[in-house]
């Protein structure tokens, strides 16, 4: 890892109309715009889905780190998070993330130590620490 601090430049292309493009050097462009419930056409990422699904990539790549640190096997993760946006004190904001995580795991696994890899890998996300909302996970450890 590099040593800190870590400094992350977006570049937003803002016209009076249209797709916003948000780039970073050496990574493909991807477009946002307005979400539904904002009147926007829905059919781009928004601010509010991208922040949505950076709390469950930070969950995800954590726990693949903290897995083969752990040295844990496992098969695969499937992430559900829900934010929820809310108008608190006259300001809308983030109120929560709710995130399902269910992870796929060879027959006789301990899914006890799966469960506390997977609590451990939220607790420790900096996303998600970077923000003043609610957290909740629930866990599902399939195996077979």
């Given at each position: 890892m590099h040593p800190f601090p870590h400094i992350y430049t977006v570049n937003a292309s803002v016209r009076?109309?249209?797709?916003?493009?948000?780039?970073?050097?050496?990574?493909?462009?991807i477009e946002s715009a307005p979400p539904k419930e904002f009147d926007g056409p829905g059919n781009q990422w928004s601010p509010?889905?991208?922040?949505t699904a950076a709390v469950?990539?930070?969950l995800a790549l954590n726990f693949r780190a903290i897995a083969a640190?752990?040295?844990?096997?496992?098969t695969s993760l499937e992430l559900t998070t829900k934010g929820t946006l809310d108008r608190v004190e006259g300001k809308m904001r983030f109120t929560r993330f709710?995130?399902?995580?269910?992870?796929?795991v060879a027959e006789g696994t301990d899914v006890e130590r799966a469960k506390k890899?997977?609590?451990?890998?939220?607790?420790t996300c900096l996303?998600?620490?970077?923000?003043?909302?609610?957290?909740?996970?629930t866990v599902e450890v399939a195996a077979g």
């Open positions: 009076t109309v249209g797709d916003v493009p948000l780039s970073v050097d050496g990574v493909r462009i509010e889905g991208l922040l469950a990539d930070c640190a752990s040295k844990f096997a496992w709710e995130t399902h995580a269910k992870l796929q890899l997977l609590e451990r890998a939220e607790l996303v998600a620490n970077s923000l003043n909302s609610e957290r909740h996970l």
